[in-house]
């Protein structure tokens, strides 16, 4: 690929996508071989899992999710909030320093011991997801007798 050349559309957001997936792979590098995480069950599809749930709920495609991106999940999710308890949630995430969630931010976070809102909600959403809680076909017949 020439250095030079601009590529528009759907060239261009590809190559954006690969090139935030590696720096996402480079991070996941980091805390594999990092040694305070070495005795954490599954780490290795823990950290696909967690790249891949990034990838999607980041709007803006900066490599950041940002108020917007954190408002989708949490609707997604099931459990929208308000602005300003996404602007805490963002700040315990951030410790503060910034108003939008880095990749390193947010694996830190799930895989941190502290219990951060976001990532009780995203623990929830797993196990939900692995559970079938709708049954199939139409609702059993019921009688006047057992209604509330």
Same mark, same amino acid.
């Given at each position: 690929?020439?250095?030079?050349? =601009?590529?528009?559309?759907? &060239?261009?957001?590809?190559?954006? +996508?690969?090139?935030?997936? /590696?720096?996402? @792979?480079? *991070?996941?590098?980091?805390?594999?071989?990092?040694?305070?995480?070495?005795?954490?069950?599954?780490?290795?599809?823990?950290?696909?899992?967690?790249?891949?749930?990034?990838?999607?709920?980041?709007?803006?495609?900066?490599?950041?999710?940002?108020?917007?991106?954190?408002?989708?999940?949490?609707? =997604?999710?099931?459990?929208? &909030?308000?602005?300003?308890?996404? +602007?805490?949630?963002?700040? /315990?995430?951030? @410790?503060? *320093?910034?108003?939008?969630?880095?990749?390193?931010?947010?694996?830190?976070?799930?895989?941190?011991?502290?219990?951060?809102?976001?990532?009780?909600?995203?623990?929830?959403?797993?196990?939900?997801?692995?559970?079938?809680?709708?049954?199939?076909?139409?609702?059993?017949?019921?009688?006047?007798?057992?209604?509330?």
């Amino acid at each position: 690929m020439p250095v030079n050349h =601009k590529f528009q559309g759907g &060239k261009a957001f590809g190559l954006l +996508k690969a090139q935030q997936r /590696e720096r996402c @792979e480079e *991070i996941n590098k980091e805390y594999m071989e990092d040694q305070k995480y070495q005795d954490e069950e599954d780490l290795l599809e823990k950290l696909d899992s967690f790249k891949n749930k990034y990838a999607e709920f980041d709007l803006n495609d900066q490599g950041e999710i940002d108020m917007m991106g954190l408002k989708r999940m949490m609707e =997604k999710l099931g459990v929208p &909030k308000t602005h300003l308890e996404m +602007k805490k949630m963002i700040s /315990e995430v951030t @410790e503060g *320093i910034s108003d939008s969630i880095n990749y390193r931010d947010f694996v830190k976070m799930m895989l941190g011991k502290r219990s951060a809102v976001l990532k009780l909600v995203m623990i929830f959403e797993d196990k939900a997801n692995g559970a079938i809680c709708k049954p199939d076909g139409p609702p059993p017949k019921r009688d006047i007798a057992s209604l509330p």
